[in-house]
Nanobody, 115 residues
Framework: QVQLVETGGGSVRPGGSLRLSCAAS??????MGWYRQGPGKQRELVAT???????NYADAAKGRFTISRDNAKNTVYLQMNSLKSEDTAVYYC???????????WGQGTQVTVSS
């Protein structure tokens, strides 16, 4: 059974930093990534990373966010720097199971950027 445990959300002032973690268990995973859903908005891509380390970022994340993963720990990270108020959202971990690309979602972690 696949389980995802997200940690690292919280409140921060504009310009601050946060690091999100998502520990996955129960399988091997090809793609791992982060999505977010802001107030009144649809869920959107933030960044993804393949098992081999290839990354993809949304334009809003480029230059400020860094995604990484530790395959031995089945964990994906999102380092977020220079945070802005518009980054306020619930951030969701997403993973694809290696065997069949089935998608799993984490429970979400709140990130609030406010002065």
């Amino acid at each position: 059974q696949v389980q995802l445990v997200e940690t690292g959300g919280g409140s921060v002032r504009p310009g601050g930093s946060l690091r999100l973690s998502c520990a996955a268990s129960g399988s091997l995973f090809s793609m791992m990534g982060w999505y977010r859903q802001g107030p009144g908005k649809q869920r959107e891509l933030v960044a993804t990373i393949t098992r081999g380390g290839s990354t993809n970022y949304a334009d809003a994340a480029k230059g400020r966010f860094t995604i990484s993963r530790d395959n031995a720990k089945n964990t994906v990270y999102l380092q977020m720097n220079s945070l802005k108020s518009e980054d306020t959202a619930v951030y969701y971990c997403n993973v694809k199971r290696w065997s069949d690309d089935y998608n799993y979602w984490g429970q979400g972690t709140q990130v609030t950027v406010s002065s």
